[in-house]
C-alpha cells in the first residue's frame, strides 16, 4: 500500500477508512447501497463484471474482494464515512517512478452528492500527494458524458488536459474520455493566493 496512505485518513467532516472485505464490513456497506437506484451508477465501475450495485451482502464482499484483490503497494481504496455512516469509495494510485497520482475512481451515494465530500476527500489526498509523497502531477479521468465529474475537477482546480476521443466503450456505446491534472507548480500557485 502506497506510504502515508496506509492509515485511516481524516478530515473535517470525513473519514477515509481501509476496510477488510469481510461480512461484517459488506453488511454495513450493503445497508447502504440496498436503497439506492443502480441507475444512478451508470458511469460507476462497482463490481467490474456486472458494473451494478451490488444485490446481497454476499455481492457486497465480492465488490470488497474484487477492490482488496486490486490494491498493491501502489494502489489503495478508501471507503468514505460521514458521521459513522458510509457514503462512498475513493480509490488511488501512486506511480512513483512518474511522480503521478492517480485518481482512480470516486462515488458517492445518493443522498451525500451535492454537499462537497468528493472535494473534500480530494483535498486531503492532494496534501499528502504534493507534501509527504513529492508527486509531480495529480490526474483523473472521466467519461465526457459523466458532466457532475466534469464539474468537480474544475472545482478542484484541476485542468482539463485533453479528450480522446471514443477511448471507452461501455453499455453498447463508445464514450470520449477527459483527461485531467494538476501539477505541483499549480499546486504551490494556489497556495500562495490563499
Known sequence: MIKYFSKDLHSERLVLKHLVPNKQNAQIIYD?????NPDDYKYEP???ASKTLPKSVADTLKMMQGHAESDTKDTCTFYMF???QFIGIRKISFYKEAFVLKLNTVWLVSNARGHGFAAESYYAIEDI????LKANKIMRVNISENKSSAKLAERIGLILDGVSRHAVYMNGKFYDLMIWSKLHSDYL???KRK
Open 32 to 36: 447502504v447501497l440496498k436503497h439506492e
Open 46 to 48: 462497482l463490481i467490474s
Open 82 to 84: 460521514y458521521n459513522d
Open 129 to 132: 500527494a504534493f507534501n509527504k
Open 189 to 191: 500557485k494556489e497556495q
